[in-house]
């Protein structure tokens, strides 16, 4: 029975929720493999004890962390990499037994994570600064940019070590130290990627550390500096409440848009049905609303189920991840007024019937307020909707509160561009979905969240500018402003 050592988030996308588990008790978590449905092993879930010493670690190795020479940071993540590419075939089984992936995900997003930070390890030696100078007669200014010091990571269950990825790399690289809370669902990669750190890092610049939703809220209200939370809207909100003044960078979901123009590539429909089902439908970025014209509505209803039809359950993607997650689904699903609900055939091999399978479905003739449209389902569907007008599309697509990733589907390149400038999202995509790179910014508006992911942009994420001015010259000092 594999057992990891360590488990932290909870099992839905809400990492904060209320539970009545008291601070100081030490909590045995049962994982469940989402692929059969039976008990893999247990961890351990921290407390208010262990966060401190796991926060307390990180402020001892906060100061030679960051007095290291960008080079120097540089190498070790760098090292960190190697490490990852090394093991890359345990952190693949880890991966699958937490999430339920298929293998070729698995290896996708490991290859991924190890690209990360090699990413990082090159930007930590990029220097991004405003103005300096002569800027103000007789004085030289510059400005430094400070890591902000300890920073809380806390991930979800979708993506346990790539959005460990996405978060840590880049504040490592920035200089600071990382405590990562991983979901409790999910914590066998990353007890891997712990031990891989402390070798290549050193002690205690980024631990993991076990636990629950409650261990979620203490780590939050710790003495760390920042916190870098990925999950739901009103789990944001707690977190934001907890943290206070202290900066907190936040990616809380999707419900993307895809826009079909009647001139769509012919490829569109097994594209968008690749995407939605890719991780079954658990990315916060996947298409989740398409929406077409009136005169192609029927066109995209019909090729659409086609699309779907084709992607099995068990062969072509994996379960949800848990049995909370399965009963929100199951629950929007039936709250939903669809006229059509239609629904793919599910495959699971021998042995896995009893996980947690959905199938991947299509929901047609829905209303614009319907709850398969406003909510993020979150899982392998598709719901279509259709408008009067190019104008009246776009009006749908920014029409619900959530606001981070959306694409457009046209031969038309110059409509397809002027429409992907319109659209309220922080990634468009044209003619194509899901598509990301290390050099390029991943971020949420609205209802998704603030901040910034990916790209050298995420550096500034996790530092500090600090402006220095010297006077040069013997004289009154100046008080231009």
């Known amino acids: 029975?594999?057992?990891?050592?360590?488990?932290?988030?909870?099992?839905?996308?809400?990492?904060?929720?209320?539970?009545?588990?008291?601070a100081t008790t030490v909590r045995s978590i049962a994982l469940v493999d989402p692929r059969t449905g039976r008990v893999r092993g247990t961890v351990q879930g921290a407390r208010k004890k262990e966060v401190a010493a796991a926060v307390a670690a990180a402020r001892t190795a906060a100061h030679a962390w960051r007095e290291r020479t960008p080079r120097d940071r540089s190498r070790r993540l760098e090292r960190l990499a190697t490490l990852v590419e090394e093991h890359a075939a345990e952190y693949v089984a880890r991966e699958q037994a937490g999430t339920g992936k298929p293998a070729a995900e698995a290896v996708g997003e490991v290859e991924q994570v190890?690209?990360?930070f090699r990413f990082y390890a090159s930007a930590a030696r990029t220097q991004l600064v405003p103005a300096s100078g002569r800027l103000v007669a007789g004085h030289e200014s510059w400005v430094r940019w400070e890591p902000v010091g300890v920073v809380g990571v806390i991930v979800p269950w979708n993506y346990p070590l790539m959005m460990t990825a996405w978060r840590g790399a880049p504040a490592l690289a920035a200089g600071n130290t990382v405590v990562v809370k991983p979901a409790e669902t999910t914590p066998d990669s990353l007890t891997l990627f712990a031990e891989h750190a402390a070798d290549a890092l050193g002690d205690a610049v980024l631990q993991t550390l076990p636990g629950d939703r409650k261990t979620g809220r203490l780590l939050v209200e710790a003495d760390i500096d920042m916190v870098a939370f990925t999950g739901s809207k009103s789990a944001g909100a707690d977190v934001v409440a907890r943290a206070g003044i202290r900066r907190a960078s936040?990616?809380?979901?999707?419900?993307?848009?895809?826009l079909v123009l009647p001139d769509a590539p012919d490829d569109t429909w097994a594209e968008l049905a690749r995407a939605c089902t890719y991780n079954a439908g658990q990315s916060c970025a996947a298409p989740a609303r398409v929406i077409t014209l009136r005169e192609n509505y029927e066109t995209a209803?019909?090729?659409?189920?086609?699309?779907?039809?084709?992607?099995?359950?068990?062969?072509?993607?994996?379960?949800?991840?848990?049995a909370d997650q399965a009963a929100r689904y199951d629950r929007i699903v039936a709250a939903s007024r669809a006229g059509r609900n239609i629904a793919a055939e599910i495959a699971p091999g021998s042995g896995e019937e009893g996980g947690v399978w959905r199938a991947a479905r299509v929901l047609a003739d829905v209303p614009d307020d319907d709850p398969a449209v406003v909510d993020e389902v979150f899982g392998p569907l598709l719901t279509v909707q259709w408008a009067a007008g190019l104008d009246a599309a776009i009006d749908l697509a920014n029409g619900v509160p959530q606001a981070l990733a959306a694409s457009v589907w046209t031969r038309d390149v110059g409509t397809g561009l002027d429409v992907a400038g319109r659209l309220n999202a922080g990634e468009a995509w044209l003619n194509c979905h899901l598509v990301q790179t290390a050099e390029l910014p991943h971020s949420g508006r609205g209802a998704s969240g603030h901040g910034t992911d990916l790209s050298v942009l995420a550096l500034h994420e996790y530092q500090r500018p600090k402006t220095i001015t010297a006077r040069l010259l013997a004289g009154p000092a100046s008080m231009e402003r």
């Open 1 to 22: 029975m594999d057992t990891p050592i360590s488990a932290t988030q909870p099992s839905s996308p809400e990492t904060t929720a209320q539970t009545s588990t008291p």
């Open 114 to 116: 190890a690209d990360l």
């Open 250 to 258: 936040l990616e809380l979901g999707g419900n993307a848009p895809a």
């Open 301 to 322: 209803v019909e090729r659409l189920s086609a699309a779907m039809a084709q992607r099995l359950a068990g062969r072509d993607f994996g379960p949800l991840n848990n």
